[in-house]
């Protein structure tokens, strides 16, 4: 028999993910076939990274900065954000960018085509709109999922590329935590990130932010957890007047993705991290007591060296 390589893995995922509607049957071959690409995990990085996060507010300022104070001092990043924003509408010259220039009033930004044209970066990370199912629908996900991963590869062929899950708003009327378990395997990876793969360069491997945060809600919720949490409500913002905020996070929040985002890119346990940190503003940020950002450090790297795509070794 063959060797099942990668290349044909990858034909796999071209014939199975194409354009137009596809069977239950050739949605499983698709599953196979990207399950293929992650059987080998990537090599533990042997340094600092420089990072280039494109995306929105559910990345944000805070996250980015958080992620380099736990990685250390020679991390560097830089991004480009906009509010709500697609991964086609960074893309496309002619389409809008809305908020642009406030989300990107800071020393970080970049702009993210003449950034990932200079090769400077070791790891991409990619995120898609919320909601993820309208992304998809209206704003081929996917292609620009990987036109934006050609481009990082052109420049630099050993760049890793990821592809953030975020979540959909907490009132979500099918149930967050069904949307959750559901949208991760149908949009993220079968309807997003296995068709953006038949481009055939590399696997993009997988941030699962939304994952974490799910796994964290259940570890807490129904009971009076630590620190006063018991819901998914005690990671999330608040609106100026005091209403939740149903997709924003809040510290807590921006620290349990930062955490998640620093075991994957760095294929370390967040056990044992620090947990008081300082906004990109240079303001405290609002901690974690020690039970909870234990909890949050364990569950993250349960989560992460569980998922075979995050890359990450168990």
Do not use: C
């Amino acid at each position: 028999m063959p060797k099942f390589t990668r290349r044909a893995a990858l034909g796999v995922l071209t014939a199975s993910l194409g354009v137009g509607a596809y069977t239950y049957a050739q949605r499983q071959r698709g599953v196979r076939a990207a399950a293929a690409l992650y059987t080998t995990p990537l090599e533990k990085p042997e340094g600092a990274l420089r990072v280039f996060h494109l995306g929105h507010s559910l990345v944000g300022r805070d996250m980015p900065a958080m992620l380099a104070q736990l990685a250390g001092q020679d991390h560097r990043y830089e991004s480009q954000l906009g509010w709500g924003t697609s991964l086609k509408e960074h893309w496309e010259p002619d389409l809008t960018i809305n908020g642009f220039e406030t989300e990107n009033a800071h020393p970080r930004f970049r702009d993210a085509k003449e950034a990932l044209n200079s090769g400077d970066y070791t790891a991409v990370v990619l995120t898609e709109m919320v909601d993820i199912a309208d992304a998809i629908r209206y704003h081929d996900s996917a292609d620009y999922l990987a036109l934006w991963a050609g481009l990082a590869w052109d420049a630099n062929p050993k760049a890793r590329i990821y592809l953030y899950e975020t979540w959909p708003h907490t009132d979500d009327s099918a149930g967050w935590l069904t949307r959750i378990d559901h949208d991760l395997r149908k949009f993220w990876q079968g309807r997003m990130k296995y068709p953006a793969l038949a481009s055939g360069r590399a696997p993009i491997h997988l941030i699962p932010a939304g994952q974490v945060k799910a796994a964290f809600v259940r570890a807490v919720q129904g009971q009076e957890g630590p620190g006063g949490i018991s819901g998914v409500e005690g990671l999330m913002a608040k609106q100026a007047d005091g209403t939740p905020d149903t997709i924003h996070f809040n510290d807590l929040g921006a620290y349990l993705v930062a955490l998640t985002h620093y075991a994957v890119l760095y294929h370390r346990s967040p056990v044992g991290l620090p947990y008081k940190l300082l906004r990109a503003d240079g303001t405290q940020a609002i901690a974690p007591n020690p039970v909870v950002a234990a909890l949050m450090q364990r569950i993250v790297w349960e989560v992460v060296t569980r998922h075979p795509e995050t890359g990450v070794a168990v």
